[in-house]
């Protein structure tokens, strides 16, 4: 009870009020422009939260990642264009609900089931976390190699499109993890005689550059040209709710159970768990012939699972220091800086600053339904913002906020390169959430299985040692073996359909 | 900019062996089997099979149905086709270098108001908003970052601003 009331004190001030607010606002704008992402947002944000204490800085990130999960489902279902990946799944679905004039209904749906997949995944996290934590405690080397390669993997098989141009993203990300003193020989590696990257690639610029620098050299080379949706006005949002809370509420339940434990999964995130939430609900529904023209069940059960795991990704992030999506990725980035090292102890030396946090995230899916009434109401203006205005405007931020990353302009080079690099990346179907995965996760891979091997004297079996260990490496190693299994039997039946396809050509 | 198979499977093939031999050059940890040079060589293997299944994939492709025209090893995707876009994207990467170059010399704000005009123009904006939005983004980004979060941004040509 002692630390609830510290924790209540660290989060009921006005500081930490004007943050969230700011970061809400923030976030909402940025999801609901298509073509702007939730974490690109979140680093955005990460030049401000340097000069933050760590409640309120953490807290305005927590609050503009979901705010913008939710946010990104407005431009989906007026323009079907996603505002953030997470809502790719069933921006078809909301459009063509617009398309019949019933944008009310699946605008309100999305706040309402938003805001309760949240609070759900909140919950989870508040309960789950510190028991997790009390494992975690006991955990060594070969647990966390286990858990980084786990997320790695997530990262790969379930991420990508294709998985190979998913694994050739990780390896990016986790070649630039190598780069610089940080490794555990102490040796300077891939740094050619610079002083600069001796610390290493700055991870902050590095965000900056893939997430928001790519889309504004994308969008200029576009032209930014503006949108227009089939329906100019929306009407009461909340008309719809008590009809749906009462239909829908199993396919809620389930969204949210879902969206839990995707988000939980480390390097599987809101995404992933919106595209299994759609397939699942078609699968399990009495009429899933009405799915893809206009049904709002689907959307129901996306929208609960994405917030869910927008929430639960918290808890590797928290627990493991393991980061279950590129948003948690960046705020451990953030966690380190502020001095609070991500991982079990965090639980036990700060736990009034932990349960600050938890406390936000309740709040921010709170104020979400208010500030997300607001938004709907001018989203059609909003979505038609100026883009042609926006991205000047957000390179300078982008340049602004490398430079502040370390007050040289060498975080402006770094933001650059990798603004290249990510809009390279794009072009050739290349995923870049993988990559970040790899510049976060790599460092504590490579570290884990060094210490490991010195502390097992070089053997391997030093990782199957310990029983959660053995679980969880023989888990990563059927993972592997499964995707591998799957990938030799699909490229048979291919292989057999071609030929059948050639005797049937030959004969004809 | 697209990279058909054989090009980005030749790019990173090169890059991978590039990397798996540079990283020989690391000195071991005394005592240890593996050191500092471990973690590149994985990931050099890994980048190099991701390469060599792209370089098959396409061989196969090229195999399978030898008629039909290749595609170019460097392909322009939908949007370079549209006049001024290509240029549009130099640009911008351009303003950024000349500011990684000459805004110590000459100061966050005019630097940073000459990025903001200059894409403002080049997106057709018209010149009123040009210059009221390069004015109050300006000024608005050096009072935040100079005055409230203390970031040193340089002042350059300008005297010290009153805020």
Same mark, same amino acid.
């Given at each position: 009870?002692?630390?609830?009331?510290?924790?209540?004190?660290?989060?009921?001030?006005?500081?930490?009020?004007?943050?969230?607010?700011?970061?809400?606002g923030?976030?909402l704008l940025?999801g609901a422009i298509p073509?702007?992402?939730?974490?690109?947002?979140?680093?955005?944000?990460?030049?401000?939260?340097?000069?933050?204490?760590?409640?309120?800085?953490?807290?305005?990130?927590?609050?503009?990642?979901?705010?913008?999960?939710?946010a990104?489902?407005i431009p989906?279902i007026l323009l079907?264009i996603?505002g953030?990946?997470?809502?790719?799944?069933?921006?078809?679905?909301?459009?063509?609900?617009t398309?019949?004039?019933?944008a009310e209904?699946?605008l309100?749906?999305?706040?309402?089931?938003?805001?309760?997949?949240?609070?759900?995944?909140?919950?989870?996290?508040?309960?789950?976390?510190?028991?997790?934590?009390?494992?975690?405690?006991?955990?060594?080397?070969?647990?966390?190699?286990?858990?980084?390669?786990?997320?790695?993997?997530?990262?790969?098989?379930?991420?990508?499109?294709?998985?190979?141009?998913?694994?050739?993203?990780?390896?990016?990300?986790?070649?630039?993890?190598?780069?610089?003193?940080?490794?555990?020989?102490?040796?300077?590696?891939?740094?050619?005689?610079?002083?600069?990257?001796?610390?290493?690639?700055?991870?902050?610029?590095?965000?900056?550059?893939?997430?928001?620098?790519?889309?504004?050299?994308?969008?200029?080379?576009?032209?930014?040209?503006p949108w227009e949706s089939p329906q100019k006005k929306t009407?009461?949002?909340?008309?719809?709710?008590?009809?749906?809370?009462?239909?829908?509420?199993?396919?809620?339940?389930?969204?949210?159970?879902?969206?839990?434990?995707?988000?939980?999964?480390?390097?599987?995130?809101?995404?992933?768990?919106?595209?299994?939430?759609?397939?699942?609900?078609?699968?399990?529904?009495?009429?899933?012939?009405?799915?893809?023209?206009?049904?709002?069940?689907?959307?129901?059960?996306?929208?609960?699972?994405?917030?869910?795991?927008?929430?639960?990704?918290?808890?590797?992030?928290?627990?493991?220091?393991?980061?279950?999506?590129?948003?948690?990725?960046?705020?451990?980035?953030?966690?380190?800086?502020?001095?609070?090292?991500?991982?079990?102890?965090?639980?036990?030396?700060?736990?009034?600053?932990?349960?600050?946090?938890?406390?936000?995230?309740?709040?921010?899916?709170?104020?979400?339904?208010?500030?997300g009434w607001l938004l709907i109401k001018s989203a059609t203006r909003m979505i038609q913002a100026p883009r042609?205005i926006l991205?000047?405007?957000?390179?300078?931020?982008?340049?602004?906020?490398?430079?502040?990353?370390?007050?040289?302009?060498?975080?402006?080079?770094?933001?650059?390169?990798?603004?290249?690099?990510?809009?390279?990346?794009?072009?050739?179907?290349?995923?870049?959430?993988?990559?970040?995965?790899?510049?976060?996760?790599?460092?504590?891979?490579?570290?884990?299985?060094?210490?490991?091997?010195?502390?097992?004297?070089?053997?391997?079996?030093?990782?199957?040692?310990?029983?959660?260990?053995?679980?969880?490496?023989?888990?990563?190693?059927?993972?592997?073996?499964?995707?591998?299994?799957?990938?030799?039997?699909?490229?048979?039946?291919?292989?057999?359909?071609?030929?059948?396809?050639?005797?049937?050509?030959?004969?004809? | 900019?697209?990279?058909?198979?054989?090009?980005?499977?030749?790019?990173?093939?090169?890059?991978?062996?590039?990397?798996?031999?540079?990283?020989?050059?690391?000195?071991?940890?005394?005592?240890?089997?593996?050191?500092?040079?471990?973690?590149?060589?994985?990931?050099?293997?890994?980048?190099?099979?991701?390469?060599?299944?792209?370089?098959?994939?396409?061989?196969?492709?090229?195999?399978?149905?030898?008629?039909?025209?290749?595609?170019?090893?460097?392909?322009?995707?939908?949007?370079?086709?549209?006049?001024?876009?290509?240029?549009?994207?130099?640009?911008?990467?351009?303003?950024?270098?000349?500011? !990684? %170059?000459?805004?110590?010399?000459?100061?966050? /704000? $005019?630097?940073?108001?000459?990025?903001?005009? +200059? &894409?403002? *123009? @080049?997106?057709?904006?018209?010149?009123?908003?040009?210059?009221?939005?390069?004015?109050?983004?300006? !000024? %608005?980004?050096?009072?935040?970052?100079?005055? /409230? $979060?203390?970031?040193?941004?340089?002042?350059? +040509? &300008?005297? *010290? @601003?009153?805020?």
């Open positions: 009870m002692d630390v609830l009331t510290q924790a209540s004190a660290l989060v009921f001030q006005w500081q930490v009020f004007v943050a969230i607010i700011a970061a809400a923030f976030g940025v073509g702007l992402t939730a974490t690109m947002a979140t680093a955005l944000l990460v030049p401000f939260a340097f000069f933050m204490d760590p409640v309120p800085a953490v807290g305005m990130m927590v609050t503009c990642a979901a705010m913008a999960i939710f990104g489902d989906g079907r996603p953030t990946p997470a809502s790719a799944a069933y921006a078809s679905e909301g459009y063509a609900m398309q019949q004039g019933r209904e699946a309100g749906a999305s706040l309402l089931f938003s805001a309760i997949g949240g609070l759900f995944g909140t919950f989870v996290l508040i309960f789950a976390a510190p028991t997790l934590a009390e494992i975690a405690l006991n955990f060594s080397s070969a647990e966390y190699f286990w858990m980084a390669l786990l997320g790695l993997t997530c990262a790969v098989f379930i991420g990508a499109s294709s998985p190979l141009k998913g694994m050739i993203s990780l390896f990016i990300g986790l070649f630039v993890a190598t780069i610089g003193l940080n490794n555990p020989a102490g040796v300077p590696r891939f740094t050619f005689g610079s002083s600069d990257l001796l610390a290493g690639v700055d991870f902050i610029p590095a965000m900056i550059g893939l997430f928001a620098v790519s889309v504004v050299l994308s969008t200029v080379a576009a032209g930014a040209p009407g009461n949002v909340f008309h719809a709710w008590g009809g749906l809370l009462r239909r829908y509420w199993p396919q809620q339940l389930r969204g949210n159970l879902l969206g839990t434990v995707v988000g939980a999964l480390p390097g599987a995130g809101a995404d992933i768990a919106a595209w299994i939430a759609y397939a699942v609900s078609r699968r399990f529904s009495r009429t899933p012939e009405k799915y893809g023209t206009g049904h709002v069940e689907g959307i129901v059960e996306c929208t609960s699972s994405n917030n869910a795991a927008v929430s639960s990704a918290w808890i590797p992030a928290f627990v493991f220091g393991i980061p279950g999506d590129t948003i948690t990725a960046i705020v451990i980035g953030v966690l380190y800086v502020k001095g609070l090292n991500p991982g079990p102890t965090l639980f036990i030396f700060n736990p009034e600053t932990i349960y600050a946090v938890f406390l936000i995230f309740i709040l921010a899916n709170l104020v979400m339904v208010p500030l042609r991205m000047p405007l957000i390179l300078a931020f982008c340049i602004v906020g490398a430079y502040a990353s370390n007050n040289s302009v060498y975080g402006i080079v770094i933001m650059l390169v990798f603004g290249v690099l990510g809009f390279i990346m794009e072009e050739n179907d290349i995923p870049i959430a993988p990559c970040i995965l790899g510049i976060v996760l790599g460092p504590i891979v490579e570290a884990r299985f060094i210490s490991g091997m010195i502390r097992g004297d070089g053997s391997l079996l030093y990782f199957f040692e310990r029983p959660i260990a053995a679980g969880l490496g023989l888990f990563v190693i059927a993972i592997w073996l499964l995707s591998l299994v799957g990938w030799l039997r699909r490229r048979k039946r291919r292989l057999a359909a071609a030929g059948t396809q050639d005797g049937s050509e030959a004969s004809a | 900019m697209r990279f058909n198979d054989l090009m980005l499977g030749s790019m990173l093939l090169l890059f991978a062996v590039v990397l798996g031999a540079y990283s020989f050059t690391f000195p071991p940890i005394p005592g240890q089997r593996f050191g500092a040079a471990l973690f590149p060589q994985v990931i050099a293997l890994g980048l190099g099979g991701c390469a060599l299944t792209l370089l098959l994939q396409s061989w196969r492709r090229a195999r399978a149905n030898p008629p039909a025209p290749r595609t170019p090893l460097i392909s322009r995707t939908e949007w370079t086709l549209k006049p001024g876009a290509i240029a549009a994207v130099f640009l911008t990467i351009g303003l950024v270098v000349l500011y !990684i %170059l000459f805004s110590e010399k000459i100061g966050f /704000l $005019l630097s940073i108001s000459a990025i903001l005009i +200059i &894409l403002f *123009r @080049l997106l057709h904006v018209p010149w009123s908003s040009t210059l009221a939005a390069t004015l109050v983004g300006s !000024i %608005l980004l050096d009072f935040v970052f100079r005055s /409230l $979060l203390l970031v040193p941004l340089p002042f350059g +040509i &300008l005297p *010290r @601003l009153p805020w």
